[in-house]
């Protein structure tokens, strides 16, 4: 059967047309990240934000209620042990707080002067008890007095020896209850400022009343300690606490200087306390204490920073990143790239840091796995390398 030239050039149009149809409607390949695995040093962090103080601090307070005078002092200013922080002046007591007080007081000297004059009349007959205690017991060694009556001597003079320890007491405590008394008889004049001194050596963090005012007993003052001897703590998941031990090292980042500090885990903390996270959902964390292998002069107290702390660290291990695995059905799963087609293999992996895991089994070095795998992509898909 012999074709026209029209159905040849009809014939060769059409496989044309059907082969552009093709190359149009084949869909194009997907474009994806990918990152070969290799082997490397791989470091399992724990990372928690924190900050730093002071190891020792001390807050002064005021000792009593009264008007503080204007703190001379700046933050950053040194103080000796023992050197003046604050002048307080306590408040004169009013006329009738005055006759409180001295009401109080003269009680109170009556009645230590109760309790000396019992002591001395149980001293009086303690003495003439000791006494004949004492001739009854050799009346009772010769045989002249019953045994009923030594007893009884006896026992009347053990009962005085009891009671003149009580009377003794009594005029101790009458004593304590006279000093309080009359310390609470304040004189209006001059002379009564208390000067607050500081505990320790060290310099003003600082300074939580400035100017001159009125404050009640147990107000802070002034905050004093030494910059140059800091500590970091960060807070971090109980469930992620449990992981961590004293001499772990640790890595001190985001702090504002150049390299990361070098530090180590001192304490954690034996008790948990609740916080509420930026959603609003309750956490029990535990605070790491951190000592810093040598002093940085830029960090102060309350700075803020970043922490590493190093839980494992091993050389030459096979690692493939953490963004290319995801959950399969039976386990742990990547899309290895092979050719122009993303192929999809199970792993075994082991220890997992940050951005790195272990590879256990199912992977071989060098072989290509997909970063980020979407949703769209499936077992044998054309893809391409994004360079």
Known sequence: MKFSKTQRIAAIAGVVVAGILIFVMKPS?????????????????????GMTRVRNGFTVASPVNGRVERIRLDEGDVLQKNSPVARVTPPPLNSR???????????????????????????????QATRKYSRYSNL???????????????????????????????????????????SLIVKSDSGNTIDVLAPDSGKVLRIYEKSERVVPAGTPLVEVGDPDDIEVVIDVLSSD????????????????????????????????????????????????????????????????????????????????PVSSIFRGEEGWNVFIVKGDKAERQALQI??????????????????????????????????????
């Not at 390949?29 to 934000?49: F, I, M, R």
Request: net charge negative; glycine share 8%; charged share 30%.
């Open 140 to 182: 009772y060694k010769q045989g002249a007095v019953s045994a009923e009556t030594f007893e009884n001597v006896k026992t009347a003079w053990e009962v005085l020896q009891k009671e003149h320890q009580v009377a003794l007491k009594n005029v101790e405590s009458a004593r304590y209850e006279l000093k309080a008394a009359r």
């Open 241 to 320: 606490a449990v992981r961590v031990e004293p001499g772990m090292s640790v890595l001190v980042e985001e702090w504002g200087g150049g390299a990361a500090l070098s530090g180590v885990v001192r304490i954690v903390e034996p008790a948990a306390f609740t916080k509420i996270s930026a959603l609003g959902i309750e956490e029990k964390r535990v605070n790491i204490i951190i000592d810093l292998e040598k002093p940085e002069a830029r960090l102060g107290d309350n700075y803020r920073v970043q922490a590493r702390v190093i839980l494992w660290q091993e050389d030459d291990i096979l690692q493939v």
């Open 29 to 49: 390949p997907l474009q994806v990240d990918a990152e070969a695995v290799h082997v490397a040093e791989l470091t399992v962090t724990l990372d928690g934000e």
């Open 350 to 387: 082991g220890k997992r840091g940050a951005y790195y895991a272990e590879v256990i089994e199912g992977l071989a070095e060098g072989d290509m796995v997909v970063l980020h795998p979407t949703n769209d992509l499936e077992d044998g898909m054309r893809v391409k390398v994004t360079e």
């Open 97 to 127: 707080e005055f006759e409180e007080a001295e009401a109080r007081t003269r009680s109170a000297e009556a009645v230590l002067g109760a309790a000396r004059a019992g002591e001395r009349q149980v001293k009086v007959d303690l003495e």
